[in-house]
Nanobody
């Protein structure tokens, strides 16, 4: 079993919302920075959002600012990505990743030690 499991993806109409979850299996997320990346067909994997291990620092890609919110619940060992005002261009597989350095790196995939299998998000009418 992969150490991280994403859930919450699906089909949604433009303007709709989804909340993605990233749950850890076999380790605690308390000391890890968590990032969400996404990959659309034919495109490179890109950073969406990240949150530091303390939760005190977050970052968002420009096109997600004001629409997406990342949060973490260390009691539930889960990180969330609330996505509002979804657009067709948000269609992609969304992956979460955990970095043991605890620092939020939005554009540096190599900083992350564990990855999930991804969850499909499709925005279409």
């Amino acid at each position: 079993q992969l150490p991280l499991v994403e859930s919450g993806g699906g089909l949604v109409q433009p303007g709709g919302s989804l909340r993605l979850s990233c749950a850890a299996s076999g380790f605690t997320l308390d000391y890890y920075a968590i990032a969400w990346f996404r990959q659309a067909p034919g495109k490179e994997r890109e950073g969406v959002s990240c949150i530091s291990s303390s939760g005190g620092s977050t970052n968002y890609a420009d096109s997600m600012k004001g629409r997406f919110t990342i949060s973490r619940d260390n009691v539930k060992n889960t990180v969330y990505l609330q996505m509002n005002s979804l657009k067709p261009e948000d269609t992609a597989i969304y992956y979460c990743a955990a970095g043991s350095n605890g620092v939020c790196y939005l554009y540096d995939k190599v900083r992350y030690d564990y990855w999930g299998q991804g969850t499909q998000v499709t925005v279409s009418s």
